[in-house]
C-alpha cells in the first residue's frame, strides 16, 4: 500500500491547492445563505382566487335533491267523500289524475254521464283497478231525480232519452257512426280492427286499438259483442298458414297442433300447455276455431 500514498513534493502541492480551493467555494457558497420557510400568514390573495367557492347554484342543488331537507313534506293524494257527478277539474286532480285525465273524465261524465252507480267509474279508460280500489270506498253518488215542468193545468215530466246498444261484431259504419263519441275516421277503424281479428271477442280488444279514450270509453258503454259472430277457422283442416293466421296463435301453437292431429282428431284444446300458449291468449284463441 506504500507506494500509492507516497506523493512527491509536487504532488503534495497539488493536493493542498485542491483541498484549500474546495474549503474556499465551499465557505463562500454558503455565506449569508439561510433556509427560507414562507410564513403562513404572508400570501398574495391575487394568487388563491381559484380557491373561491361558487355557491350561487346550491338553492338550486336543494331543490333538485329532496333528501337535503329533513323537513321536506311530501305531496300525498288525500282521497275525502265525493260524488264523481259533481266534482270539478282540480278535484280530480287533486285525487292524483294528471291534467289530461281530469279532463277525459269530466269529458266523458258531460257526454255520457251521470255516473250511476260506483262501477261506472272503473269503465273509464284512465282509471286503472288500482286506482278505482283506492277511490271505491270514497264514492258516494246521489240519486238524480227527474225534473219536472210545471204548467198551470199539469206537471210535463221530461222525456228520458233512448240509448241504443249497437252489436259490435255486426254493426255497420252508419251505426258506428250513430254512437256519440265514434265520428267516420273512427268508425274505419274499428271496421279494419275487426276485419283483422276476424271479430271482437271481448271488450280488452277495444284497448288494443289506436283510437282516443273518449271512444273507447263510449264503446264500452254503449255497445256489447256477440263472440259467437267471429270468424272460426276449423282446427282438424286448416292449413299451417291458415292456423297462424288465427288471432292469438304463434308458431310454436301451430307445430303443437299439426304434430299433435297427426295422431288424432282434434277435439279440446287441452293439449295445449302454457309453453305453447299463455292461459290469456289461449282464452281468447279458441273463439276463433271451430272442431
Do not use: C
Not at 507516497?6 to 493542498?16: A, C
Not at 313534506?73 to 259533481?86: A, H, L, R
Not at 282540480?90 to 291534467?99: L, R, Y
Not at 283442416?237 to 308458431?251: G, M
Amino acid at each position: 500500500m506504500k507506494p500509492y500514498f507516497n506523493f512527491n513534493r509536487k504532488e503534495k502541492i497539488g493536493v493542498v491547492a485542491l483541498s484549500t480551493l474546495i474549503l474556499l467555494l465551499t465557505v463562500v457558497l454558503n455565506v449569508g445563505y439561510t433556509t427560507y420557510v414562507p410564513d403562513p400568514f404572508d400570501v398574495d390573495e391575487s394568487k388563491l382566487e381559484f380557491l373561491v367557492l361558487d355557491n350561487s347554484n346550491q338553492d338550486d342543488q336543494d331543490r333538485q335533491n329532496p333528501d337535503s331537507h329533513f323537513d321536506k313534506n311530501e305531496n300525498k293524494v288525500v282521497i275525502t267523500d265525493f260524488d264523481p257527478n259533481t266534482i270539478d277539474l282540480e278535484k280530480w286532480i287533486e285525487f292524483g289524475f294528471s291534467e289530461k285525465q281530469a279532463a277525459s273524465i269530466i269529458k266523458y261524465r258531460e257526454s255520457y254521464g251521470p255516473f250511476k252507480k260506483k262501477e261506472d267509474i272503473k269503465k273509464l279508460y284512465v282509471v286503472s283497478d288500482e286506482k278505482y280500489a283506492e277511490l271505491e270506498p270514497y264514492i258516494i253518488i246521489q240519486k238524480v231525480e227527474k225534473q219536472e215542468k210545471f204548467t198551470p193545468d199539469y206537471p210535463i215530466i221530461e222525456a228520458t232519452q233512448l240509448v241504443t246498444i249497437v252489436e259490435l261484431n255486426s254493426a255497420s259504419k252508419e251505426e258506428l257512426i250513430s254512437i256519440q263519441g265514434i265520428g267516420e275516421y273512427f268508425a274505419d277503424r274499428i271496421i279494419n280492427y275487426r276485419s283483422k281479428l276476424g271479430g271482437f271477442v271481448d271488450f280488452e280488444q277495444i284497448q288494443e286499438m289506436s283510437i282516443r279514450d273518449e271512444a273507447k270509453a263510449a264503446i264500452l258503454e254503449l255497445t256489447k259483442i256477440d263472440a259467437s259472430k267471429v270468424q272460426k277457422t276449423n282446427i282438424n283442416t286448416a292449413t299451417k298458414d291458415e292456423l297462424r293466421s288465427v288471432p292469438y296463435s304463434n308458431w310454436l301453437t301451430v307445430a303443437t297442433i299439426l304434430k299433435y292431429r297427426d295422431t288424432e282428431q282434434i277435439t279440446n284444446l287441452d293439449f295445449l300447455t302454457e309453453t305453447e300458449i299463455s292461459l290469456q291468449d289461449k282464452a281468447k284463441f279458441q273463439f276463433y276455431i271451430e272442431f
